[in-house]
């Protein structure tokens, strides 16, 4: 595997961190991918510039207007391999494929994640029968769920239905609706409920969560809610089941952003129930729901979320498509046993 060289340029903000590291953690652009961990060990390198001079300490002071020049070395990606890996499609024609991924799968090979992924489990589902996206014979990724997230994806097969899926998740068109389980139950009769900020309801009880999220300042794999800068994010929240300690809730996306719902539901204090990264330590009482249930809930492996419903406009045809999946099994039994 060779390596390649990027130049990521930042110029630091009004009101910066006090120190290089923090300051660069809070301006470098998501997009770019370097957790405050890795700069760090970029300065530590000698791969940080500010102002055209090499600084190695991470503690040095920045101001606002420094410009600063990070030179980073990243392995190249290895060629995706098809892989036997079974798949369940709900639909395929010649220019794109829905399927229902299931927890623990990864959308797209990355680092940690080289292979077993639903991308190596596409290209050898599709042989040799794939147009391919920009030239090159690939499976178009126009969304992605989280790997502990199940549920629908729809992915593109020809750079027509490419570009017209991409135009659809721009203009936020695609419905999406999710299933999960969430700590208690949100009500539009709960005090608490009605002053957190960015939080109202709409008709039917249906909770709307209006914030902007931006990855989180020192932790760059998490999300962190912001009323300004950061990306527009919209999510309505509609509670199906309440069981008293959890409910079961649909969560219908205006837009979609990284672990959008995940970060909301953990704002408004009804965190998922599984979420090892927005869930805190929050643990539903045996006097709730039983010491056997209370144990199923707290030792749930995952985010109970699930990719439930999913329609959008066929790119070529024009027709409207829509689908549906039902519960997985895990998060399926702890219904079951809650209405039990």
């Known amino acids: 595997m060779g390596t390649a ?8 903000g009004p009101d910066p961190a006090s120190r290089l590291d923090k300051a660069l953690g809070a301006a470098v652009p998501e997009a770019e991918s370097l957790s405050r961990s ?13 102002n055209g001079d090499v600084v190695t300490d991470a503690r040095a002071k920045v101001a606002e207007g420094d410009a600063v020049e990070i030179t980073v070395q990243e392995a190249l990606e290895v060629e995706t391999a ?3 890996i079974a798949l369940e499609i709900l639909h395929e024609d010649a220019d794109l494929i829905v399927v229902n991924k299931p927890a623990g799968m990864v959308v797209h090979p990355a680092p940690g994640s080289p292979d077993g992924t639903l991308v190596n489990a596409l290209l050898h589902h599709f042989g040799g029968e794939l147009s391919g996206i920009g ?11 989280d790997k502990d997230t199940s549920g629908l994806l729809v992915v593109a097969k020809s750079d027509r239905a490419h570009h017209g899926l991409a135009a659809q998740f721009a203009d936020h068109s695609i419905e999406r609706e999710y299933l ?16 957190v900020k960015g939080v109202n309801f709409e008709a039917g009880g ?5 914030t902007q999220l931006a990855r989180h300042k020192t932790d760059r794999q998490r999300q962190a809610v912001l009323f300004q800068g950061g990306r527009h994010a919209v999510t ?41 990264v927005y869930g805190g330590r929050r643990r539903v009482s ?5 010491a056997d249930l209370a144990a199923a809930l707290n030792g749930f492996p995952r985010q109970a979320l699930h990719a439930a419903r999913l329609g959008f406009v066929h790119p070529v045809s024009g027709d409207w498509l829509a689908f549906e999946a039902p519960l997985p099994e895990d998060m399926g039994s702890l219904v079951a046993a809650l209405r039990g």
């Open 82 to 84: 098809p892989e036997a």
């Open 206 to 210: 249906v909770l709307k969560i209006t």
């Open 135 to 145: 030239g090159e014979k690939r499976p178009g990724i126009v969304h992605r769920i």
């Open 286 to 290: 045996e006097k709730e729901v039983g």
């Open 5 to 12: 060289t990027r130049i990521v340029t930042v110029l630091i």
């Open 236 to 276: 309505r929240v509609r509670v199906l089941e309440g069981f008293g300690a959890v409910a079961l809730v649909s969560c219908r996306l205006e837009t979609g952003r990284t672990h959008q719902i995940r970060v909301h539901m953990a704002h408004v204090g009804h965190a998922l129930v599984g979420d090892p």
């Open 38 to 50: 890795r700069l760090v060990r970029l300065i530590a390198e000698g791969a940080v510039r500010v």
């Open 180 to 195: 999960a389980l969430c700590h208690g139950v949100p009500d539009a009769g709960d005090p608490r409920l009605n002053g």
